[in-house]
């Protein structure tokens, strides 16, 4: 059990998940642009751009970002 519990709290992997009208993004590298209507983040082994209306960051962390708002397309690039 601590072994799992300290590969979850330290958990270093790109990970997304997608929720109703929400998109939370764990470890990565850099914002590289924010709007209402794009938001495009960068992680080691590429870009993430999520495209929607009214996004906004509802929390901002060193490793963790989650955007709320109307997203209509998240595409990995």
Known sequence: MINWLRSYLLEEEFAVTILKNKVNVVNYTNIDHFDINKVIIKYNNGILKITGNNLVVSK????????????????LG
Do not use: Q
């Not at 901002?60 to 708002?69: A, S, W």
């Open 60 to 75: 901002l962390l060193n490793d963790e970002i989650l955007i709320t708002g109307d997203i209509k397309n998240i595409e």
